[in-house]
């Protein structure tokens, strides 16, 4: 069992009892795992729980950057679960491709397509993912797919907030508990804005550009071939001080884009659903 590092306050203590004590009880699990902070603490509660009853399954395609998918290996072989990686195909896919509003909806019923299938191949019982209670009150088609492809959402379940997790992480020892959120690099689209793959690798490179100067969270929205950097607000100071723009806008115009800009709203999750 992993130890408890730091005090948690009564509601947070009861929360990880309930779900440790109903994970338990699973008596065997697959886990939709892309490695954020959320579906890494189901992971490592149910190989905790589970041992190699638990198994963790990451989608890889062109919309996890590949630092993401390095992350989630390296927090899986620290936790000690069994953690296996499948080509996803949403892409090929029009309801994914053309970027329609519930793109989401088309992404998780590939994944599960995959996980359910492996759950079963492997007798595993049932598949979990990390959806928590403030997911539910965004915009998110794709917890209705997983829905019908019966996945369990024990976080919602148990009504974990997105700060439970990251209290709850800390306090069991989990360096990555303030980890940022990285949606898929998807989500740099406006609907109806077409995805492919080339598309994709020109927002990963731009970010991964960016991150390397020190920024500790970054989207670069994609309009065609306009690129907009968005970053917290706390940072601009940083990027005003520490990035040359004649490098930063060669760098981008190289990648394929014709025009940067920067948001001056700063970073906001999910910015794009308004």
């Not at 130890?3 to 009564?10: H, V």
């Not at 779900?19 to 890494?40: H, M, P």
């Not at 998918?69 to 994914?96: C, M, P």
């Not at 950097?229 to 930063?248: A, G, T, V």
Request: aromatic fraction near 10%.
């Amino acid at each position: 069992m992993f130890n408890q590092l730091e005090i948690l306050s009564d509601e947070q203590s009861e929360k990880l009892y309930t779900i440790r004590s109903y994970i338990k009880n699973l008596e065997s699990v697959c886990i939709a795992y892309s490695g954020g902070v959320d579906s890494t603490l189901v992971a490592s509660l149910a190989f905790e729980q589970l041992g190699n009853k638990a198994i963790a399954i990451t989608g890889i395609s062109p919309a996890l950057a590949d630092t993401l998918r390095e992350e989630a290996r390296s927090q899986a072989k620290w936790i000690g679960v069994k953690h296996l990686e499948i080509k996803t195909s949403e892409l090929d896919q029009s309801s994914y491709s053309k970027n329609p509003k519930d793109r989401c909806f088309a992404c998780k019923k590939e994944l599960h397509k995959h996980t359910t299938y492996l759950s079963k191949k492997f007798n595993y019982n049932i598949v979990l993912d990390g959806v928590n209670l403030d997911d539910l009150k965004d915009y998110r088609p794709g917890i209705q797919a997983s829905k019908q492809a019966g996945v369990i959402s024990p976080l919602a379940k148990f009504k974990f907030s997105k700060q439970d997790i990251r209290d709850i992480s800390k306090a069991l020892g989990f360096p990555w508990w303030d980890k940022p959120a990285q949606p898929c690099l998807s989500s740099r689209f406006p609907y109806g804005h077409e995805i492919t793959s080339e598309r994709l690798k020109m927002v990963e490179k731009a970010e991964e550009f960016l991150k390397e100067g020190g920024l500790s969270e970054v989207r670069v929205r994609c309009q065609g071939s306009t690129a907009r950097i968005e970053i917290p607000q706390n940072e601009l100071k940083h990027f005003f001080e520490n990035y040359n723009f004649s490098e930063l806008v060669k760098h981008f115009s190289d990648l394929g884009f014709n025009c940067t800009s920067l948001d001056l709203e700063g970073l906001i999750s999910g910015k794009l659903n308004r």
